[in-house]
């Protein structure tokens, strides 16, 4: 279990993280600490967090008995206000552990869907986020009526109850389908849009959220987007166009992914995902500074091949290589390098600086390298525009 510091007259937030056989306990900590991430971000603070080891999580309140009672013991000596799980609870799970902790509770997809919410300026991002978050309520309404709890098994009480939670349940089907209808009149507004750009060529940063993307559009298009050392900065795609040399092309900012995006944003967020998918060039921001980067590398990847954009031409970034550390080994020691003893010298000559698509280490708050990253994009993008204008050749 971990501890962090907290500030004063915010909601006071325990995370609950598990482990098994896929996951160990080094890695829980890494998802904790994102967690807490997450948690600030809310605008919470998180002041502990628990690690328990299970196999399989109990049906009925995730996590152990023994485990339960000593979070119980701790929520009521230190005036905790929510407990937050990292893996998403079904509704059953989440009533149940109220009932024993006579606390709120909800889930890491809960606790996204939430950020969003609150990040979310335009009538575009609203709707779509708004449109999640039903989806996500519509099998949790039976736990919501907290009063049915004193209600159940009462003679002629159980009716208007019942009642109740199907008129909200038909409510928000409703909503659901009006939202949906909604939704598909953007996305035919923005298909119209990216149709109305022409064939200029089209380059769409993707990356793990909080990895500098909007910095680096700032930096390349020398526009003004707004971007902060916060998860989920960006909701709306930006559109920017660029010129290196004499050659123009499209650059947009998309929202950033994350481990175990909420499967119902991803739905929503269609019209925002199509930005990447009918981009001619990616460019896969990477924090190397991050001690998880490659696990992040992994499920950026996962997120391209769920969404059918895996097979585009990728330009990897290693970004904020001023903040990277690494640990120095004594002389002495005879051990095995690990990932953490790599200098960034090493890291660059490694099996990253390798593969198959072009990779560039840069700093975009400290502009080192750029000069190199403008040339290496510069050259795939003449490489498509020339394709689509043969006769451009004065451009070069």
């Known amino acids: 279990m971990g501890s962090y510091t907290t500030r004063s007259e915010q909601e006071r937030a325990i995370l609950i993280g598990v482990t098994n056989r896929d996951y160990g306990p080094d890695q829980i900590k890494d998802f904790l600490e994102e967690l807490a991430f997450l948690v600030d971000t809310a605008g919470a603070v998180p002041v502990k967090s628990y690690i ?4 399989i999580p109990n049906n009925r309140t995730f996590i152990g008995k023994g485990k339960l009672e000593e979070i119980k013991e701790y929520i009521h000596t230190h005036a905790i206000d929510i407990v937050i799980f990292d893996d998403e609870l079904s509704p059953s799970q989440i009533r149940n552990i109220e009932d024993e902790l006579r606390i709120r509770v909800i889930d890491r997809t809960n606790l996204i869907l939430d950020i969003f919410a609150s990040r979310a300026k335009t009538a575009h991002a609203k709707t779509q986020v708004e449109l999640a978050q039903y989806e996500y309520l519509l099998p949790r309404l039976t736990g919501m009526w907290t009063h049915l709890e004193r209600q159940r ?21 409703e909503k659901i389908a009006i939202l949906k209808e909604h939704l598909k009149r953007i996305d035919k507004q923005m298909n119209t849009q990216r149709k109305n750009r022409g064939k200029l060529v089209r380059v769409s940063l993707i990356g793990y959220t909080n990895v500098g993307k909007s910095t680096i559009l700032n930096l390349l298009s020398k526009s003004d987007v707004f971007s902060e050392n916060k998860l989920f900065a960006t909701l709306d795609t930006t559109v920017r166009k660029v010129v290196i040399g004499n050659l123009p092309f499209l650059m947009s900012d998309t929202v950033g992914f994350i481990r175990k995006l909420p499967h119902h944003l991803v739905e929503s967020f269609k ?68 990932r953490a003893n790599l200098s960034l010298t090493e890291l660059k000559n490694s099996w990253m600086a390798k593969n198959n698509s072009p990779c560039i280490f840069i700093s975009a708050t400290k502009k080192e390298n ?15 525009h020339i394709t689509r204008y043969p006769y451009d050749d004065f451009l070069f």
């Open 271 to 338: 019209s925002t995902l199509d930005e990447v998918r009918e981009a001619d060039i990616l460019l896969h921001v990477v924090d190397i500074s991050h001690p998880g980067f490659e696990e992040q590398i992994r499920i950026v990847n996962q997120t391209l091949h769920d969404i059918r954009a895996s097979n585009k031409p990728t330009i990897v970034v290693f970004n904020k290589m001023d903040a990277y550390h690494y640990i120095l080994k004594e002389e002495d020691d005879l051990t095995p390098k690990t």
């Open 52 to 55: 328990q080891k299970l196999d």
């Open 153 to 173: 098994g009462g003679i002629g009480l159980r009716g208007p109850g019942e009642t109740e939670i199907e008129t909200d349940r038909r409510i928000v089907r």
């Open 370 to 384: 750029i000069d190199e990253f403008r040339a290496i994009l510069y050259s795939r993008v003449k490489e498509i």
